[in-house]
């Protein structure tokens, strides 16, 4: 079993302005361990909204903390902090990046990212109060999604093909409201197969994890130069 990286060193404070490693967190990590042995070589890593660092700190653990570039975006500033914190005190080291989803580094990262992880503010909220969210708000940015909770997912959805190497796999956190199987669908449109890896109810919640990749035939076309 891997170990919950440790966030001991952020403070209730910290908590105030940065999401706290919650259900939606752990069972992304429960879905991530599950998958270790497929992600283990994984050379780019990308998480998107990463909070406090613990997802990327749990996947320096899994790929190896020498054996990957770990780029973290997020909006919040005091998150890109935490996650550089996080980073040091899990011996992994974390390149928090200041962006919107990956404006920063796109086009640098085209079919680069081997592994894109995504806990995404999904909770579903009218529009204005999402919008607002994104533009100024500090903790709201971390749950409120708009319409069908998906404002914010679904920008990078549009991007994701983009963005995955021939072997890339991406992550995404999820509930009913998102309409998880709808999301398949369209992605599938876009080239990418997927799939519900996990599930669990924590309270009110009903939690997905998503995981999507290359459909396997155009898998090996693409890493498999010979005719
Ligand atoms: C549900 S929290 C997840 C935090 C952490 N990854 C975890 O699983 O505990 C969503 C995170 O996405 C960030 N976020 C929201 N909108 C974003 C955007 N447009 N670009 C980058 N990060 C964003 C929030 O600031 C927040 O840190």
Redesign the pocket.
């Known amino acids: 079993m891997i170990p919950t990286p440790t966030t001991s060193h952020l403070s209730a404070a910290d908590f105030e302005s940065?999401?706290?490693?919650?259900e939606?967190?752990f069972i992304?990590l429960d879905a991530l361990e599950q998958d270790a042995e497929l992600l283990k070589g994984s050379r780019l890593v990308l998480?998107?909204?990463?909070?406090?660092?613990?997802?990327?700190a749990f996947l320096g653990a899994i790929c190896g903390p020498s054996s990957a570039l770990y780029l973290c975006?997020?909006?919040?500033p005091h998150?890109a902090r935490c996650t550089a914190l996080t980073g040091q005190s899990n011996s992994v080291p974390l390149d928090p990046v200041l962006?919107?989803?990956t404006?920063a580094l796109h086009p640098r990262l085209e079919h680069a990212v081997d592994l894109l992880?995504?806990?995404?503010?999904?909770v579903e909220t009218d529009d204005a109060e999402a919008f607002d969210?994104?533009e100024d708000g500090?903790?709201e940015?971390?749950?409120a999604g708009g319409i069908g909770g998906m404002r914010?997912t679904n920008?990078?959805l549009e991007q994701v093909e983009t963005l995955l190497s021939p072997r890339g796999i991406f992550y995404l956190?999820a509930v009913p409201e998102n309409k998880p199987l709808q999301i398949i669908e369209d992605m599938k449109a876009r080239g990418l197969h997927g799939e519900i890896t996990l599930k669990r109810r924590a309270g009110r919640e009903h939690l997905h994890i998503l995981r999507f990749s290359r459909p396997a035939e155009s898998h090996t076309a693409v890493d498999d130069p010979t005719p």
């Open positions: 940065v999401y706290e490693p919650a939606d967190t992304l998480e998107i909204g990463s909070g406090s660092g613990c997802v990327s975006t997020d909006l919040n998150a962006t919107d989803l404006s992880v995504f806990n995404p503010p999904y969210a994104q500090v903790i940015r971390a749950w914010v920008r990078l956190v």
